[in-house]
C-alpha cells in the first residue's frame, strides 16, 4: 500500500509540473500581458518598458524560473480586475469556493447513496422516481439552479438565493462561515451560513450524484448476482452480511472512480453556480477576470482548480487501492 | 441429528420451473436422488440439461428468486426442506450442505484476503492454517494474507474447498469444480476431493459435465438431459454398458488416449454426415460404415497434384516478453525463449501446454496479432489466404450485429455477389449449418453453431493456415465431438494445414499429426500423436498424459 501510495504520489508530482509548465505558457502565450495593462494605445515605447519591467525580454526559460520563484513566494501579481494583488484576492475566495465545493460534493455522495437504495426498491414509486431524477440529472447545473431560486425563493421564501450569509464575514479562521460559526460556538451563524449554502450546493450536486447513484446501484446488483456472494450465501452468510461484507466495497471502487471524475465536471459548473447565486468565490473571480483580459490572473486560477482535480484523482487512486487490493497488487 | 441409515441427500419426485418467461420452463422433471454418507453420486449431463439447477436448489440457493416453482420434496441430513422458501434453510446452508463452485477465480471476493474469508468459516486462525495444510497448500501462513487474484487457479480452488469443508458438512456439492482448471491441476484437485471425502465421510453431489472425471469419481452417476434422469447407477456400469441411446451417445463421445484417431470420433452424428455427403467423396452406406467402425478418413483425401515438401509456418528462434507495470517500476516478462516450430504442408500440429506456458503467444503471433521481440515468422501464403483463427469462445469473436451471411462474406468483398453467395453457402454446408442460418445474427445461435460459424468464416475462402484456439474446450461433449470431426474432415478434405493450440492431450491426439509440447516458453519435445503415449519422455510430457483421465 505504502509502495502504491509513493508511486501514485510520485506522478501526481509529474502531472503537477506539467500543468505548471502548461499554465505558464499559455499566461505568456495566451494573450499579450502587456496591452492588457496598457491598452491596445499605447505608444511603442510604453510597450517596451512595460516589457522590460514585467520581464517579458528575457529568455523563455528565464522567465520561466522567474514564474517559479514568484509563485512560491505567493507573488501572483496584481489582479487588472480589481487593482488588488491576486494573493489577497484568492485569499478571500479560495476558502469561499472550497466551502461550497466540499458541500457539494458531501451532497453528492449523499444523494448517490440514498437514490441507489431508491434504485434497488422493486416498486413502481422508484420507476417514476427514476424517470423525474434521471431527466433532473440531464440538465445543467444553472438550470436546476434557476429552477431551485423559483421555487424556494421566489415562491416558497424558504432559502436565500444570494450571498454566503445574511451576517458579514466570519470571525473564525478558516473562511469557511460554517465552519467558523460552529468553531466559535456562534450556532446562528452556522445555521445562516448552512442555509444561504444549500441551494447552491443542491444545484451542483444533483447532477453527479444521480450519476452516482446510477453506478452505485449497478454495482451493488452486480456484486449481488456475482459469483462470490453466491459462494458467500452457500457458506451460510444472510443476506444483509452478504451486503454488508461483500456486496458495498465491491460496488465502491466503480463509484469512486466516478466520483473522481465527476469532481471535475463539478468545478465547471460551480463557475456558474457562484454566478447565480452571488457567491464571492473563485469562479465569480475568473469570470471577471475573463471579461478583463486578464491573463495572469485567468492562468493563476486556472491553475489552482487543474491542480486541485489533479490531487482530488490521485486520492481517488489511493482510496481504489485501499478498497480493491488488485490495484495496489497488480 | 441424522439418522443412521438415512442418506444424506434424498430428493423424491423434485420439479423445479422457471416462471419468468411464458411458457414457463421446466427445468427439473421429477428427479429423484439419494447420496448416501460418504458416498459419491455423479449429476452428469450436457449444458441446460438441468443438473446445475438441482445442485443450486439442494443447497437452498433457489429461495430468493421470485420466479421459481417446485414440487416433490428434498431432505439434506434428514431436514425437510423448501427449495423455494428461506424457512428451515438457516443452519443448514453453509453447515450441513456447501458447495465448491466452478470458476475459482470469481467465487472468492477479490477485495479479502484468504485468511479473512477462511477465518470467519473456521474461527480462528490457527485452525484456517491447519485447514490450509490440509488441503495441500506449501506456504500456508503466506496464502492467509493473500488475495485470490495472486493466487493460481489450483490453490484458488483448494481455497474454495477449504472454505466448503471447515465446517464439516453432511453433504459437499461439487458444481464441476475442475472445469476451469489445467489438467494435470485438475487431477490433483480430484485426489484432494477424493481423499478429504474419505476422511470426512460426507457425502458427495458431483456435478459435470465430464464424463472423464464422473468415472474417476464417482460410485454412481445420474445421467440428466432435457431436465430429466434418463440413466441411473454404479459408476461402472453406465459408462461400460450404458443402457439408454444418449448416454450411449455421450460415453462414445468421450475421448481418452486410446480412441481410433484414423476413424471418425463418436456415433454417427447427422451434423458431419450431412458434410460428408458434401463432398461429394462419400462412400454409399455411410452411416452404416461409421457405426460398423468401417469409416476412414483417408477415403476423404483429395488426390492433389502439388508437390508435397515445404512448409506452410516457420517459427525460428521467436523470442517474447511483455512489459509490465506502470510508470515508475516497469518489468519485463519473458513468454518466449527461441521458439522453433515448423507446420509441413497438410499436416497437422498440436501445441500442448497448461497456462502461462506460451501457447496462445504463439498462436497470437502466428496471427499477427502480436510481433516477435526476436526471430523470424514466415508462412507460406502461397498454399492460401493468409492465416485465420478460430477461438476458444466463438461468441465473442462474432460480430453480434452482422448476420452469419455478412460475417462470413466479410472476406469475400472483391467477388461478385453471386459468387459471393454460392461461396457462403458453400461454407457453411461444410460446417453442416443450415445455408437458411445465414441470415441469423450469433446470439441467436447456439454455442456449437457458433463455433462452427466461427470455422466456416475461417475456410470459406481455404487459409494457407487454421489456428485453433481451444476451439472445443467451451463445447459440451457431443458438439465438441462434431467439431472435432468436422475439423478432421476438412483437414483431409482441404488439406488445410491447422495449428492446433489446446491443454487437452485427447483432443490433441484426435486433430494432429505432430504434438508439440510447450513448457515456459520453450517447446520440449515434439513426438507423432499416434505414438504419443509412448513416445512422450518429457517430464512435462508425462505428467500431462498423467493427467489424461483413463
Known amino acids: 500500500m505504502l509502495r502504491f501510495t509513493v508511486r501514485r504520489i510520485a506522478s501526481l508530482i509529474v502531472v503537477l509540473f506539467a500543468l505548471l509548465v502548461l499554465v505558464f505558457l499559455i499566461s505568456r502565450y495566451g494573450g499579450d500581458p502587456v496591452r492588457g495593462y496598457l491598452g491596445a494605445n499605447a505608444s511603442a515605447d510604453a510597450v517596451a518598458a512595460m516589457r522590460t519591467r514585467l520581464g517579458l525580454d528575457q529568455p523563455i526559460w528565464v522567465q520561466f524560473a522567474d514564474y517559479l520563484s514568484r509563485l512560491a513566494r505567493l507573488d501572483l501579481g496584481t489582479s487588472l480586475a480589481t487593482r488588488r494583488p491576486v494573493a489577497a484576492e484568492l485569499a478571500q475566495r479560495i476558502p469561499a469556493t472550497a466551502e461550497l465545493a466540499l458541500w457539494t460534493v458531501f451532497f453528492s455522495v449523499l444523494i448517490g447513496i440514498l437514490l441507489a437504495r431508491v434504485y434497488t426498491l422493486k416498486s413502481r414509486f422508484s420507476g417514476v422516481l427514476r424517470l423525474i431524477l434521471f431527466s433532473a440529472a440531464s440538465a445543467p447545473a444553472f438550470l436546476i439552479a434557476t429552477g431551485g431560486v423559483l421555487i424556494f425563493f421566489v415562491q416558497l421564501h424558504w432559502l436565500p438565493v444570494s450571498g454566503r450569509t445574511g451576517y458579514g464575514p466570519s470571525t473564525g479562521l478558516s473562511g469557511m462561515y460554517v465552519l467558523d460559526g460552529l468553531l466559535t460556538g456562534n450556532l446562528p451563524y452556522a445555521m445562516d451560513a448552512l442555509r444561504h449554502?444549500?441551494?447552491?450546493?443542491?444545484?451542483?450536486?444533483?447532477?453527479?450524484?444521480?450519476?452516482?447513484?446510477?453506478?452505485?446501484?449497478?454495482?451493488?446488483?452486480?456484486?449481488?448476482?456475482?459469483?462470490?456472494?453466491?459462494?458467500?450465501?452457500?457458506?451460510?452468510?444472510?443476506?444483509?452480511?452478504?451486503?454488508?461484507?461483500?456486496?458495498?466495497?465491491?460496488a465502491a471502487s466503480p463509484a469512486l472512480s466516478l466520483l473522481g471524475v465527476q469532481v471535475g465536471m463539478m468545478l465547471s459548473s460551480l463557475v456558474v453556480v457562484e454566478q447565480i447565486f452571488s457567491w464571492n468565490g473563485l469562479g465569480q473571480f475568473l469570470v471577471r477576470a475573463i471579461g478583463g483580459a486578464d491573463t495572469a490572473t485567468v492562468a493563476t486560477i486556472s491553475l489552482l482548480l487543474g491542480a486541485f482535480y489533479v490531487v482530488v484523482n490521485a486520492l481517488v487512486d489511493i482510496a481504489l487501492a485501499v478498497v480493491d487490493p488488485r490495484v495496489r497488487l497488480s | 441429528?441424522?439418522?443412521?441409515?438415512?442418506?444424506?441427500?434424498?430428493?423424491?419426485?423434485?420439479?423445479?420451473?422457471?416462471?419468468?418467461?411464458?411458457?414457463?420452463?421446466?427445468?427439473?422433471?421429477?428427479?429423484?436422488?439419494?447420496?448416501?454418507?460418504?458416498?459419491?453420486?455423479?449429476?452428469?449431463?450436457?449444458?441446460?440439461?438441468?443438473?446445475?439447477?438441482?445442485?443450486?436448489?439442494?443447497?437452498?440457493?433457489?429461495?430468493?428468486?421470485?420466479?421459481?416453482?417446485?414440487?416433490?420434496?428434498?431432505?439434506?441430513?434428514?431436514?425437510?426442506?423448501?427449495?423455494?422458501?428461506?424457512?428451515?434453510?438457516?443452519?443448514?446452508?453453509?453447515?450441513?450442505?456447501?458447495?465448491?463452485?466452478?470458476?475459482?477465480?470469481?467465487?472468492?471476493?477479490?477485495?479479502?484476503?484468504?485468511?479473512?474469508?477462511?477465518?470467519?468459516?473456521?474461527?480462528?486462525?490457527?485452525?484456517?492454517?491447519?485447514?490450509?495444510?490440509?488441503?495441500?497448500?506449501?506456504?500456508?501462513?503466506?496464502?492467509?494474507?493473500?488475495?485470490?487474484?495472486?493466487?493460481?487457479?489450483?490453490?484458488?480452488?483448494?481455497?474454495?474447498?477449504?472454505?466448503?469443508l471447515a465446517r464439516g458438512p453432511a453433504l459437499l456439492v461439487a458444481d464441476e469444480p475442475t472445469t476451469a482448471l489445467d489438467v494435470s491441476v485438475q487431477a490433483q484437485i480430484l485426489r484432494l476431493l477424493t481423499r478429504e471425502r474419505e476422511r470426512l465421510g460426507c457425502g458427495v453431489l458431483?456435478?459435470?459435465?465430464?464424463?472423464?472425471?464422473?468415472?474417476?469419481?464417482?460410485?454412481?452417476?445420474?445421467?440428466?438431459?432435457?431436465?430429466?434422469?434418463?440413466?441411473?447407477?454404479?459408476?461402472?456400469?453406465?459408462?461400460?454398458?450404458?443402457?439408454?441411446?444418449?448416454?450411449?451417445?455421450?460415453?462414445?463421445?468421450?475421448?481418452?488416449?486410446?480412441?481410433?484417431?484414423?476413424?471418425?470420433?463418436?456415433?454417427?452424428?447427422?451434423?458431419?454426415?450431412?458434410?460428408?455427403?458434401?463432398?461429394?467423396?462419400?462412400?454409399?452406406?455411410?452411416?452404416?460404415?461409421?457405426?460398423?467402425?468401417?469409416?476412414?478418413?483417408?477415403?476423404?483425401?483429395?488426390?492433389?497434384?502439388?508437390?508435397?515438401?515445404?512448409?506452410?509456418?516457420?517459427?525460428?528462434?521467436?523470442?517474447?516478453?511483455?512489459?509490465?507495470?506502470?510508470?515508475?517500476?516497469?518489468?519485463?516478462?519473458?513468454?518466449?525463449?527461441?521458439?522453433?516450430?515448423?507446420?509441413?504442408?497438410?499436416?497437422?500440429?498440436?501445441?500442448?501446454?497448461?497456462?502461462?506456458?506460451?501457447?496462445?503467444?504463439?498462436?497470437?503471433?502466428?496471427?499477427?496479432?502480436?510481433?516477435?521481440?526476436?526471430?523470424?515468422?514466415?508462412?507460406?501464403?502461397?498454399?492460401?489466404?493468409?492465416?485465420?483463427?478460430?477461438?476458444?469462445?466463438?461468441?465473442?469473436?462474432?460480430?453480434?450485429?452482422?448476420?452469419?451471411?455478412?460475417?462470413?462474406?466479410?472476406?469475400?468483398?472483391?467477388?461478385?455477389?453471386?459468387?459471393r453467395d454460392q461461396r457462403v453457402r458453400l461454407a457453411l454446408e461444410r460446417v453442416a449449418l443450415d445455408p437458411a442460418l445465414a441470415g441469423s445474427r450469433p446470439g441467436q445461435l447456439s454455442g456449437g453453431q457458433r463455433q462452427r460459424v466461427a470455422i466456416a468464416r475461417a475456410i470459406v475462402v481455404p487459409p494457407a493456415l487454421l489456428l485453433c484456439d481451444e476451439p472445443t474446450s467451451a463445447l459440451d461433449v457431443s458438439v465438441a465431438c462434431s467439431v472435432l470431426n468436422l475439423l478432421n474432415l476438412l483437414r483431409h478434405e482441404l488439406g488445410l494445414s491447422i495449428l492446433f493450440v489446446t491443454h487437452d492431450l485427447a483432443a490433441a491426439r484426435i486433430i494432429a499429426d505432430r504434438v508439440d509440447v510447450i513448457s515456459d516458453g520453450t517447446i520440449v519435445e515434439q513426438v507423432p500423436a499416434a505414438s504419443m503415449s509412448t513416445d512422450m519422455t518429457s517430464e512435462y510430457g508425462r505428467r500431462l498424459l498423467d493427467a489424461v483421465l483413463a
Open chain 2, 1 to 164: 441429528m441424522s439418522k443412521p441409515h438415512a442418506g444424506v441427500l434424498e430428493v423424491a419426485g423434485l420439479s423445479i420451473r422457471y416462471t419468468s418467461r411464458t411458457p414457463a420452463v421446466l427445468a427439473v422433471d421429477d428427479v429423484s436422488l439419494t447420496v448416501a454418507p460418504g458416498q459419491c453420486v455423479g449429476l452428469v449431463g450436457e449444458s441446460g440439461s438441468g443438473k446445475s439447477t438441482i445442485g443450486a436448489a439442494v443447497q437452498g440457493l433457489l429461495t430468493r428468486e421470485t420466479h421459481v416453482e417446485a414440487d416433490g420434496t428434498v431432505r439434506v441430513d434428514g431436514v425437510d426442506l423448501d427449495v423455494t422458501a428461506e424457512a428451515g434453510w438457516d443452519g443448514v446452508r453453509g453447515h450441513r450442505v456447501t458447495t465448491v463452485f466452478q470458476d475459482p477465480m470469481s467465487s472468492l471476493d477479490p477485495t479479502m484476503t484468504v485468511g479473512r474469508m477462511l477465518t470467519r468459516v473456521t474461527g480462528s486462525k490457527q485452525e484456517s492454517l491447519r485447514w490450509l495444510e490440509a488441503v495441500e497448500i506449501r506456504d500456508p501462513g503466506t496464502v492467509l494474507r493473500a488475495y485470490p487474484h495472486q493466487l493460481s487457479g489450483g490453490m484458488r480452488q483448494r481455497v474454495m474447498i477449504a472454505l466448503a
Open chain 1, 197 to 250: 449554502l444549500i441551494l447552491p450546493a443542491l444545484a451542483a450536486s444533483l447532477g453527479p450524484g444521480v450519476a452516482l447513484a446510477r453506478v452505485l446501484a449497478d454495482g451493488l446488483s452486480t456484486s449481488l448476482r456475482s459469483a462470490y456472494a453466491r459462494t458467500a450465501r452457500s457458506l451460510g452468510e444472510t443476506e444483509s452480511a452478504v451486503l454488508r461484507r461483500h456486496g458495498l466495497r465491491n
Open chain 2, 206 to 419: 458431483f456435478i459435470t459435465h465430464d464424463l472423464g472425471v464422473a468415472r474417476a469419481m464417482c460410485d454412481e452417476v445420474a445421467v440428466m438431459r432435457h431436465g430429466r434422469l434418463v440413466e441411473r447407477g454404479p459408476a461402472a456400469t453406465v459408462f461400460g454398458a450404458p443402457a439408454e441411446p444418449y448416454t450411449q451417445r455421450l460415453v462414445a463421445s468421450r475421448l481418452t488416449l486410446s480412441t481410433d484417431r484414423q476413424r471418425p470420433i463418436g456415433l454417427p452424428d447427422p451434423t458431419v454426415l450431412t458434410a460428408m455427403r458434401e463432398t461429394g467423396a462419400a462412400p454409399d452406406d455411410l452411416e452404416h460404415r461409421w457405426e460398423r467402425g468401417d469409416l476412414h478418413w483417408s477415403s476423404f483425401t483429395r488426390e492433389r497434384t502439388e508437390v508435397r515438401g515445404g512448409h506452410t509456418l516457420e517459427l525460428a528462434g521467436v523470442t517474447k516478453s511483455f512489459r509490465t507495470g506502470g510508470l515508475f517500476g516497469a518489468a519485463h516478462k519473458t513468454v518466449l525463449t527461441g521458439v522453433d516450430l515448423r507446420v509441413a504442408r497438410h499436416q497437422s500440429v498440436a501445441l500442448v501446454g497448461e497456462s502461462g506456458s506460451g501457447k496462445s503467444t504463439i498462436l497470437r503471433i502466428v496471427a499477427g496479432l502480436e510481433t516477435a521481440d526476436a526471430g523470424d515468422v514466415y508462412v507460406d501464403r502461397t498454399q492460401g489466404a493468409g492465416v485465420q483463427v478460430v477461438f476458444q469462445d466463438a461468441g465473442a469473436s462474432l460480430t453480434p450485429w452482422r448476420t452469419v451471411g455478412q460475417l462470413l462474406a466479410e472476406r469475400l468483398e472483391d467477388l461478385p455477389k453471386k459468387e
